[in-house]
T-cell receptor
Framework: GAVVSQHPSWVICKSGTSVKIECRSL??????MFWYRQFPKQSLMLMAT?????????EQGVEKDKFLINHASLTLSTLTVTSAHPEDSSFYIC????????????FGPGTRLTVT | AQKVTQAQTEISVVEKEDVTLDCVYE???????LFWYKQPPSGELVFLIR??????QNEISGRYSWNFQKSTSSFNFTITASQVVDSAVYFC????????FGAGTTVTVRA
């Protein structure tokens, strides 16, 4: 159990366009979802935390107008990279936390974004 | 201040050697969780272990073992008799409600 999927697994887009990444909890309800970004050979950095039905909380330095997060249901959160630029190219990983335990966090397989 | 420090950036060993990855953490909370994750070249994080702050028992799982010492705020990870398939980046992480990752240690096991 506790499977989290991401779609797409990789995407290439042109500079200036927007890209949407989906994160789904397949067999549990995720009251909280997290979005991380990982640049090559670096660690995972938390971008934002989203709770179902409320606005996401962004970490310092993350532009909320650029990285739009929507957590419309207990099984789906989306990250939209608006007006993407090459510096947004990265590996984006989501995770989901089930309501029953605040310390259980399940990770998706990641989405590799390349902006040309 | 960095919450999780993994002092070793890269470790290279020959197959069958033991590998120990160090992890030192910092938190003011009394309740927290510590994790180790493996990230192979595919990128997907593989959960290895979770340990809560009240459980200082060491744990062994096959060739993997973990040594948690609250007194020194360390949670070290040892791979015994390493294999080529162990080659990956290993992350230590601290969850005191928000998950903070260490910088990671790249382990390369040569045949």
């Amino acid at each position: 159990g506790a499977v989290v999927s991401q779609h797409p697994s990789w995407v290439i887009c042109k500079s200036g366009t927007s890209v949407k990444i989906e994160c789904r909890s397949l067999d549990f309800q995720a009251t909280t979802m997290f979005w991380y970004r990982q640049f090559p050979k670096q660690s995972l950095m938390l971008m934002a935390t989203s709770n179902e039905g409320s606005k996401a909380t962004y970490e310092q330095g993350v532009e909320k107008d650029k990285f739009l997060i929507n957590h419309a249901s207990l099984t789906l959160s989306t990250l939209t990279v608006t007006s993407a630029h090459p510096e947004d190219s990265s590996f984006y990983i989501c995770s989901a936390r089930a309501g029953r335990s605040i310390y259980e966090q399940y990770f998706g397989p990641g989405t590799r974004l390349t902006v040309t | 201040a960095q919450k999780v420090t993994q002092a070793q950036t890269e470790i290279s060993v020959v197959e069958k050697e033991d590998v120990t990855l160090d992890c030192v953490y910092e938190t003011r909370d009394t309740t927290y969780y510590l994790f180790w994750y493996k990230q192979p070249p595919s990128g997907e994080l593989v959960f290895l272990i979770r340990r809560n702050s009240f459980d200082e028992q060491n744990e062994i799982s096959g060739r993997y073992s973990w040594n948690f010492q609250k007194s020194t705020s360390s949670f070290n990870f040892t791979i015994t008799a390493s294999q080529v398939v162990d080659s990956a980046v290993y992350f230590c992480a601290l969850d005191d409600y928000k998950l903070s990752f260490g910088a990671g240690t790249t382990v390369t096991v040569r045949a």
